[in-house]
């Protein structure tokens, strides 16, 4: 076999420590890919494939992209779930002996991107790592590009159950573990069906007590349990640490942006389960995974990324502490009543730039001068933002305001530095501002007045020589020269040394010459390292004040989410809940949030709800279908949830005693994709939330039993009832077509019957989305299909098939039905059968006066 050519071993060396990486090997101009690289980087990227002279052979399959738009190619490989390790040329090509070193500077995974352009500004980008060890789980979701950590500990009997409930709250996009989680086979399940989450999978030696502490140490000193608030004992610093190590080991670069690091507990925050979170369409809708349509969009009036962030993991932890949930809303009450103040914020914050994750960039050395300086000018609004804050006259905003540093020598820095239309890369120059640097300046002059120097050096030498037809020339071999034509010659001065000699002239230098040469070749490669080196000492001044940036920026977050929250309450009419630990859920003329929001919501239907853990416990809800029960049911949840981020609410008046979870099954979530049936997903769901709600709970459930034959569903969907009134206690909203279940309000005190009216005419039905107390006394499922466009012959012909299956399986109830059906036979010629259905099918509680005078027409008219 043929030598390999001395650059493709090197690659191969490269490679062999980066076997699960794409390499992007650089080459001048070029990240080139080479083999299985190549091949699959192609078809991914749609790339040419070529090949390259590797010494062998055959040639090296081969594909690249140009260096200057790396980003978009590796942001879409990041996307797909690859991982991309960039090989960098670490000397200069031009000055280096043979072969150029290569070495790997960074490994780009999907949970440590910083690049503005492969992360979404709205949402957090978290890497997760979990440990798990003597049953008990650390875990840890971080967010390099803003530089925050979150923490906790799991213990309990379900384990894997709350581990999936926390990777749902952040869904990370890569996830760090240890073997032994390996054993969870209902989390790996999970996370393969349902996120996309790329898996890296953890030696046991991360873990090693020695290197868990060394590493903690070089982050957050010798004293890191006192600055993380995590204890030696536990878990979760081991998985912090271990993702500290796995950090080290891609990045290379940068790793001690992660300070701040917040430990919860568990219990800080509502519980939702997944499915919960999917059924609320709280951040994407269930049909087309979009934001618009959720409860995000209604809320997100944010003018910051980082505002935007915050709200979003706000909605996806909602509070369960009442104290913490009203110090949220004194800030947005205190902002919905300020209005000036309110629009001005909102106005200074929509100048505020992603100070988040600008200063990862930073700290990793790749922020853009044009970046530095918009954090600059976002320095110039704080402090007017300070002053309005502190100006709403709430202390809880005044606390926010005094925590916003204004940053007046960063400000001050960056300003004297950087030029004011400065460009957004280093690499044509023009960065730093006349006047910072006098070597800049002096550069400058000569790079532009170069041509100046040498013009006046020619006028000089005239002078000084008499010799008129000396000029200043220039060629790539001498470079500048004097040119003294033949005849003056002998006038030449003693200090001009020769050069060439033409067929009439002669070519000169000086050592001024010289040195002026030297100074402007030079000039200009000079400038550019020299506002490079002044660019990073700024970028290096800046890292070292990142704390008081960090904490400036969580502030800003923070009060860009409460004027967001503060202007749609105004916008949409909301009132401030009553946020306490007790146990009712009172809400009057309550809306839907979003679908108020719709086109069609100006005719939204306000309704009244009352749940408690006394009698009002159980609310069963009967109507016919499309009557509004799932509408209102989410609904409920959607306020309590909104209460709980800290959100006035669409309500005339509301009071919400915390709920410590909120559970939902609602039909039609079917996981066939996954393989199971719809009714076995069903009564998973049902059963979990039997296993975990507790009496402070709210829990909605919307049709259950539907997935399986009529007697056997009801039969189920009664014994849940019962378990849950009977044992669990906790609120429940409870929606079924089983009419048959409305006989348990006169069996347990704790159950309400309510229905959603509807105004019956004839076979029309006009929904009222009104909630009532009482069963509905039809299903009218005729009446709802013929509303839909069925056809009248086949909404005729259902009625007989209807009758007839009423005739056969004869119920107390139906008897009379049964007996008008045979009495309707023997005297149709008095009657016609249309007119009987009609007067049958029609309640005449629901008619006006004129209506039920139009009703006694037509039937007249009939008749005739
Ligand atoms: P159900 O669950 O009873 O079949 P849905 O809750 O799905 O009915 O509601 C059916 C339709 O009625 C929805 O498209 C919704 O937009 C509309 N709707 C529901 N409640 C109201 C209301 N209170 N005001 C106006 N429209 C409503
Ligand atoms: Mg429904």
């Excluded at 190590?245 to 939702?272: D, F, I, P």
């Excluded at 040394?497 to 000079?526: D, M, V």
Aim: charge should be negative.
């Amino acid at each position: 076999m043929a030598q390999l050519s001395p650059m493709m071993a090197q690659y191969f060396e490269i490679k062999k420590k980066h076997k699960d990486e794409i390499v992007f090997f650089r080459l001048g101009d070029f990240y080139e890919m080479f083999y299985d690289d190549a091949i699959l980087a192609s078809k991914e990227l749609e790339l040419t494939l070529t090949g390259r002279d590797c010494g062998q052979e055959e040639r090296a399959p081969m594909c690249g992209v140009p260096f200057h738009s790396y980003e978009s190619y590796v942001a879409k490989l990041i996307a797909k779930g690859y991982k991309v390790a960039i090989c960098e040329q670490m000397e200069d090509p031009a000055t280096a002996k043979g072969l150029v070193k290569r070495d790997i500077i960074r490994v780009i995974t999907p949970g440590t991107v910083i690049e503005s352009s492969m992360l979404q500004d709205d949402k957090n980008n978290y890497i997760g790592s979990v440990y798990l060890k003597n049953g008990c789980i650390g875990v840890c979701f971080a967010d390099v590009s803003t530089g925050s950590a979150h923490t906790t500990e799991l213990a309990g009997e379900k384990l894997s159950n709350q581990l999936i409930a926390e990777l749902c709250r952040y869904n990370p996009s890569e996830l760090l573990f240890n073997t032994a989680l390996l054993d969870f086979k209902d989390v790996t399940a999970y996370i393969k069906q349902h996120m996309t989450c790329s898996v890296e999978l953890m030696e046991d030696e991360c873990y090693a007590p020695d290197e868990v502490e060394r590493l903690l140490t070089e982050q957050f000193g010798a004293d890191w349990s006192k600055a993380t608030g995590l204890s030696r004992d536990g878990n979760a610093h081991a998985a912090l640490s271990a993702l500290l190590g796995y950090l080290h080991r891609t990045q290379k670069k940068g790793v001690e942006r992660l300070k701040l690091v917040h430990s919860y507990a568990e219990a800080q925050y509502m519980q939702l389960s997944p499915v919960t979170r999917a059924n609320l369409e709280l951040t994407e809708t269930m049909r087309g995974r979009e934001k618009r349509g959720t409860l995000l969009w209604v809320l997100d009036k944010t003018q910051t990324a980082m505002g935007k962030r915050l709200l979003r993991s706000w909605l996806e932890q909602p509070l369960v502490s009442s104290v913490a949930i009203n110090r949220r809303l004194n800030c947005v009450q205190a902002l919905y009543s300020e209005n000036i103040q309110r629009a001005e914020l909102s106005e200074a914050l929509s100048h505020v730039f992603d100070m988040e994750r600008l200063m990862t960039r930073t700290v990793y050395g790749s922020a853009t001068p044009k970046e530095i300086y918009a954090l600059a000018s976002t320095c110039t609004q704080l402090p007017l933002i300070r002053e309005l804050a502190s100006g709403c006259s709430c202390p809880e905003l005044e606390e926010l305001a005094q925590r916003i540093d204004p940053l007046e020598d960063i400000r001050d820095r960056i300003f004297a530095a950087l030029e004011e239309e400065t460009p957004a890369t280093l690499k044509d120059g023009g960065v730093i501002k006349q006047g910072y640097n006098a070597e800049v300046d002096e550069l400058r002059d000569i790079v532009h007045g170069g041509k100046g120097y040498l013009s006046q050096l020619e006028a000089r030498m005239k002078e000084e020589t008499g010799i008129r037809t000396l000029k200043v020339g220039y060629n790539r071999v001498f470079g500048y020269y004097l040119e003294v034509s033949k005849s003056f010659t002998d006038q030449v001065p003693e200090n001009f040394i020769r050069k060439q000699t033409l067929a009439n002239a002669e070519r000169y230098i000086t050592e001024e010459l010289k040195q002026l040469e030297g100074k402007i070749l030079g000039a200009s490669e000079r400038l550019l390292a020299l506002e490079r080196q002044l660019f990073e000492d700024l970028l290096q001044d800046l890292s070292a004040q990142i704390l008081r940036v960090q904490n400036t920026a969580s502030a800003l977050a923070q009060l860009d989410v409460f004027t967001a929250l503060a202007q749609v309450a105004v916008n949409n009419n909301y009132v401030r809940p009553v946020v306490d630990d007790g146990d009712e859920l009172i809400i009057t003329e309550g809306r839907h949030p979003v679908i108020e929001q719709m086109p069609k919501g100006s005719l939204f239907v306000p309704n009244n709800t009352l749940l408690d853990c006394g009698e009002n416990n159980m609310l069963i809800i009967t109507g016919p279908n499309m009557a509004g029960k799932s509408t209102y049911m989410r609904q409920n949840a959607l306020i309590t949830l909104m209460a709980q981020i800290g959100s006035f609410v669409p309500a005339q008046e509301c009071r919400v005693g915390v709920a410590d979870a909120i559970f939902t099954r609602v039909g039609a979530s079917d996981d066939l994709a996954a393989g199971q049936s719809t009714f076995m997903v069903e009564m998973t769901e049902v059963a979990e939330i039997l296993q975990y709600a507790t009496k402070r709970s709210l829990v909605i459930l919307d049709e259950i039993g539907r997935g399986t034959s009529t007697f056997d569903g009801m039969s189920i969907a009664r014994a849940v009832v019962e378990h849950i009134a009977g044992q669990i206690g906790c609120k429940t909203l409870f929606a079924t077509h089983y009419h048959e279940l409305t006989e348990l309000e006169s069996a347990m005190d704790c159950v309400k019957n309510y229905n959603i009216a509807v105004k019956k005419r004839g076979d029309d039905i006009t929904f009222l989305r009104r909630i009532v107390r009482g069963p509905a006394d039809d299903s009218y499922g005729i009446q709802v299909a013929k509303l839909a466009g069925l056809p009248d012959s086949v909404t005729k012909r259902a009625k007989e098939v209807l009758r007839a299956l009423e005739a056969s399986a004869p119920k107390k109830q139906q008897v009379e039905q049964l007996d008008f059906g045979v009495v309707e036979e023997m005297s149709s010629p008095a009657l016609p059968s249309e007119i009987l259905d009609k007067l049958r099918d029609t309640d005449l509680n629901t008619l006006t006066g004129i209506e039920g005078l139009q009703f006694l027409c037509e039937i007249k008219n009939a008749l005739q």
